[in-house]
């Protein structure tokens, strides 16, 4: 399999899909205390798009109405409570987001694209607003109970 010429959406969508099974706190609680280290072998990539689809499936889990993403400040996300999630180095977190703006095609100091992702037989469209460095995904529909 060649990584490099597979889209990051796809790349991004691999790691949800590799992440399903497991709790996404505890891994990054993991990965914190084991210093961010990454795996060898892996590309620059790697880690960038395992901390987002973690962050997103966090989110996601705890039916989040929206989270902040901020290289220098971490995620902050917004469900019954509001707490934030282990920080990874401002380098991971940098690349991660721009992997998000290619995907989702904003490409000015602000905006806002859709980003689709398959989770468990469903598809799920979350909102990217860019204003800045600051990052805010809207996750439409899944914070309200029925």
């Known amino acids: 399999m060649v990584v490099d010429s597979e889209s990051p959406h796809l790349r991004l969508q691999q790691q949800i899909d590799c992440q399903l099974e497991i709790t996404p706190r505890p891994?990054?609680?993991a990965w914190e205390r084991a210093g961010w280290n990454e795996e060898p072998g892996t590309d620059v990539d790697e880690a960038p798009l395992k901390y987002m689809a973690l962050v997103l499936l966090d989110a996601i889990e705890e039916k989040a109405?929206?989270?902040s993403l901020d290289k220098d400040k971490g995620v902050?996300?917004?469900?019954?409570t509001t707490y934030t999630l282990p920080q990874a180095p401002a380098h991971i977190i940098a690349r991660g987001l721009?992997?998000?703006r290619e995907?989702?095609?904003l490409h000015t100091a602000s905006g806002q694209g859709t980003l689709s992702l398959g989770i468990r037989?469903?598809?799920l469209d979350l909102i990217i607003q860019k204003q800045a460095g600051q990052h805010v995904i809207n996750i439409p529909g899944i914070g309200q109970s029925a």
């Open 76 to 80: 902050t996300v917004y469900a019954d």
């Open 98 to 100: 721009e992997i998000l």
């Open 65 to 67: 109405v929206r989270l």
């Open 27 to 29: 891994v990054l609680q």
């Open 103 to 105: 995907i989702t095609g």
């Open 121 to 123: 037989n469903d598809s």
